[in-house]
């Protein structure tokens, strides 16, 4: 059975903090060096048995109509370094480096919803960039981040060293109850702080003829032709604070972050928002497929290889 790309990062988070940590404070030569050494892991881990990095970026490739599954997997590593970099640069509290690279070239969009509206909640991917991206969103909006801490205690106590330089408030969505996170969210949204989420992480659909699981607070929709359970919740908070939901994408190029906008989308109708969110997001993850580490996650990697028999049934 392949492994699962989430148990699989957990395990080499650890190894990967520590020479994040020690890497970043060295002089830049020696820094090259580990970030090289770091590219050949990530290589490495691509060939390694029963770790479906390489079929799905086979996957993906075909579902882009262009690349090879290397090239594909390549433009991730090569993000997932540049990110990396960066973000080091955010756990040493040097934000004003990283503050200077964020490009919205939807700004004035963005602060006409926001004048109209007073809030949106901003439904993010995970982007190599993500964490990058809201530390520059809070230095220009009042922003409340909802973040998931891992299961995993190291891994959670290492990420909130990069939190606590964010600038913006947080919420542990994992270690709130559902009334604390509805409140919070609501009272930020009424108070005119934009309300950022991750919102890739997919379950399985709702049972045919079923719209919404409340226990896994998914809703039926379809992903790349494929039917998945995807995130209520964004639609669902748009909708009680009259706010518009705003899809996010965040492109990595080697000397700027750039935070794309989709459509605002009217949560009157939940169902449908819901699926205009994700119509958005799979717009973004074939314009900048590189940035999109999410999709090596089990479920993704099923609606890839789903999708890519559909389009090569041979492969």
């Given at each position: 059975?392949?492994?699962?790309?989430?148990?699989?990062?957990?395990?080499?988070?650890?190894?990967?903090?520590?020479?994040?940590?020690?890497?970043?404070?060295?002089?830049?030569?020696?820094?090259?060096?580990?970030?090289?050494?770091?590219?050949?892991?990530?290589?490495?881990?691509?060939?390694?048995?029963?770790?479906?990095?390489?079929?799905?970026?086979?996957?993906?490739?075909?579902?882009?109509?262009?690349?090879?599954?290397?090239?594909?997997?390549?433009?991730?590593?090569?993000?997932?370094?540049?990110?990396?970099?960066?973000?080091?640069?955010?756990?040493?509290?040097?934000?004003?480096?990283?503050?200077?690279?964020?490009?919205?070239?939807?700004?004035?969009?963005?602060?006409?919803?926001?004048?109209?509206?007073?809030?949106?909640v901003m439904a993010m991917p995970h982007?190599?960039?993500?964490?990058?991206?809201?530390?520059?969103?809070?230095?220009?909006?009042?922003?409340?981040?909802?973040?998931?801490?891992?299961?995993?205690?190291?891994?959670?106590?290492?990420?909130?060293?990069?939190?606590?330089?964010?600038?913006?408030?947080?919420?542990?969505?994992?270690?709130?109850?559902?009334?604390?996170?509805?409140?919070?969210?609501?009272?930020?949204?009424?108070?005119?702080?934009?309300?950022?989420?991750?919102?890739?992480?997919?379950?399985?659909?709702?049972?045919?003829?079923?719209?919404?699981?409340?226990?896994?607070?998914?809703?039926?929709?379809?992903?790349?032709?494929?039917?998945?359970?995807?995130?209520?919740?964004?639609?669902?908070?748009?909708?009680?604070?009259?706010?518009?939901?705003?899809?996010?994408?965040?492109?990595?190029?080697?000397?700027?972050i750039v935070g794309h906008l989709g459509d605002p989308i009217d949560?009157?109708?939940?169902?449908?928002?819901?699926?205009?969110?994700?119509?958005?997001?799979?717009?973004?993850?074939?314009?900048?497929?590189?940035?999109?580490?999410?999709?090596?996650?089990?479920?993704?990697?099923?609606?890839?290889?789903?999708?890519?028999?559909?389009?090569?049934?041979?492969?």
């Amino acid at each position: 059975m392949a492994k699962s790309f989430t148990k699989f990062k957990d395990r080499i988070w650890g190894v990967v903090d520590l020479a994040a940590r020690g890497i970043a404070s060295a002089p830049k030569p020696i820094q090259d060096i580990g970030y090289g050494t770091l590219r050949g892991l990530l290589w490495a881990a691509y060939h390694a048995p029963k770790v479906p990095l390489a079929s799905t970026a086979a996957d993906f490739a075909i579902v882009l109509g262009h690349g090879t599954a290397r090239s594909v997997y390549g433009g991730f590593v090569d993000r997932f370094v540049w990110a990396l970099r960066r973000q080091e640069k955010l756990r040493l509290g040097a934000t004003e480096e990283t503050d200077a690279l964020l490009e919205l070239p939807e700004q004035n969009r963005l602060d006409e919803i926001i004048r109209t509206h007073g809030s949106a909640v901003m439904a993010m991917p995970h982007c190599h960039s993500s964490l990058l991206m809201i530390r520059g969103l809070s230095t220009r909006y009042p922003v409340l981040m909802l973040v998931r801490e891992s299961a995993d205690q190291s891994r959670a106590d290492a990420t909130r060293v990069y939190y606590n330089n964010l600038g913006a408030e947080r919420l542990d969505v994992r270690n709130s109850s559902s009334v604390s996170v509805a409140r919070s969210v609501l009272r930020a949204l009424r108070e005119g702080k934009l309300v950022v989420g991750i919102v890739d992480r997919i379950k399985a659909a709702p049972a045919e003829g079923e719209d919404y699981n409340a226990h896994d607070d998914v809703r039926r929709c379809q992903a790349f032709g494929q039917t998945v359970g995807f995130p209520a919740w964004p639609a669902r908070f748009a909708a009680r604070a009259r706010v518009p939901l705003l899809p996010v994408m965040v492109e990595l190029t080697q000397d700027k972050i750039v935070g794309h906008l989709g459509d605002p989308i009217d949560c009157t109708d939940q169902m449908g928002a819901t699926q205009a969110c994700m119509n958005n997001l799979e717009t973004m993850f074939l314009q900048y497929p590189h940035d999109w580490g999410f999709v090596y996650d089990k479920h993704w990697s099923r609606v890839m290889r789903g999708r890519a028999q559909e389009i090569s049934p041979q492969q």
